[in-house]
């Protein structure tokens, strides 16, 4: 069935480095990514999509790159501070969208060191 | 704007109790409704979904139900509550463009 494979698990960083987590699907339908933010005991709160039709995407400090030849895609966060502490989900839209299914990666819990 | 409720917040349930968790969305018409569960530090697991009322798709077989009595209304029950239903549920909405938009939760707790 449809999969999307999340890695790293964990990623520790010191504040002001880059973070980078990387998602693949398997599903070649698939036309939509969206990346949410997880603080703890909250809900999943959505950061930044990407639709296939376009390759990178940025928004301030967070940007996303999509290959949708490979089937993968990435969420990249800038200068990082200790309130980006969270842990990161990747999606991806499920049998082509139609019904607005997401398959959700495992999670990434990110640590910012201060 | 759109918003999501979901209540109860916390929930503590013996064994064997039953469930009734609820969901509403306010500002939009005919959305595609979900409930998922997370257990405690695991990922996101879809349990049903609906793209209309009466209308509800099943992810995984369980001991839980899901009801959409009304449009913007959607429902969690179960008869006879088991140790692993614990968790965290969220419920999401979701308009045609595919995004999904998460309620507060609701925190389980079975004994």
């Known amino acids: 069935g449809e999969n999307v494979e999340q890695h790293p698990s964990t990623l520790s960083v010191q504040e002001g480095d880059s973070a980078v987590i990387k998602c693949t699907y398997s599903?070649?339908?698939?036309?939509?990514f969206p990346w949410y933010k997880q603080e703890l005991g909250k809900r999943p709160q959505l950061i930044i999509d990407?639709?296939?039709?376009?390759g990178e995407k940025k928004d301030q400090r967070i940007a996303v790159t999509l290959n949708k030849t490979a089937k993968h895609f990435s969420l990249h966060i800038t200068e990082t501070q200790p309130e980006d502490s969270a842990v990161y989900f990747c999606a991806a839209s499920a049998r082509g969208g139609s019904q607005g299914n997401l398959i959700f990666g495992k999670g990434t819990k990110l640590s910012v060191k201060p | 704007s759109q918003t999501i409720h979901q209540w109860p917040a916390t929930l503590v349930q013996p064994v064997g109790s039953p469930l009734s968790l609820e969901c509403t969305v306010e500002g939009t018409s005919n959305p595609n409704l979900y409930w998922y569960r997370q257990a405690a530090g695991r990922g996101l697991q879809l349990l049903f979904y609906s793209v209309g009322i009466g209308q509800i798709s099943s992810e995984v077989p369980q001991n839980l139900s899901a009801s959409r009595p009304q449009d913007r209304q959607f429902i969690l029950s179960s008869k006879k509550l088991l140790l692993s239903d614990s968790g965290f549920y969220l419920c999401?909405?979701?308009?045609?463009?595919?995004?999904?938009?998460f309620g507060p939760g609701t925190r389980l707790l079975v004994l």
């Open positions: 599903d070649s339908a698939s036309n939509y």
């Open positions: 990407i639709r296939s039709n376009v």
């Open positions: 999401a909405w979701s308009p045609l463009s595919e995004t999904q938009y």
